[in-house]
Nanobody, 124 residues
Framework: QVQVVESGGGLVQAGGSLRLSCAAS????????MGWHRQAPGKQRELAAA???????NYADSVKGRFTISRDNAKNTVYLQMNSLKPEDTAVYYC??????????????????WGQGTQVTVSS
């Protein structure tokens, strides 16, 4: 099994910065895609940023130029540096990790795991 744990959320004033971290652990063989999604009250969950195993990144238009996603493959960890935060960035941020792991029968299987979410609140 694979566990995903996020950290780093909090309350910040508009224009401020926060850094989110997400660590995956368990019987991981390899990690492919890692990403950050967010869900604001009353809205659907949306992709904020994603990064492939090769370091190719993808950002929502609303965060381009302000957010930076990065990963440390040795630590199975992905980060989201958020600068110039706006009140509309307020949401619960969820980490998603996809890859392969050793299941209970020690066979390789695909996984896609979500973290529990971390609240980011930006005050105006």
């Amino acid at each position: 099994q694979v566990q995903v744990v996020e950290s780093g959320g909090g309350l910040v004033q508009a224009g401020g910065s926060l850094r989110l971290s997400c660590a995956a652990s368990g019987s991981i063989f390899s990690i492919n895609g890692m990403g950050w999604h967010r869900q604001a009250p009353g809205k659907q969950r949306e992709l904020a940023a994603a990064i492939t195993s090769g370091g190719v990144t993808n950002y929502a238009d609303s965060v381009k130029g302000r957010f930076t996603i990065s990963r440390d493959n040795a630590k199975n960890t992905v980060y989201l540096q958020m600068n110039s935060l706006k009140p509309e960035d307020t949401a619960v941020y969820y980490c998603n990790v996809k890859g392969t792991y050793y299941n209970d029968s020690y066979y390789l299987a695909d996984f896609g795991s979500w973290g529990q979410g971390t609240q980011v609140t930006v005050s105006s």
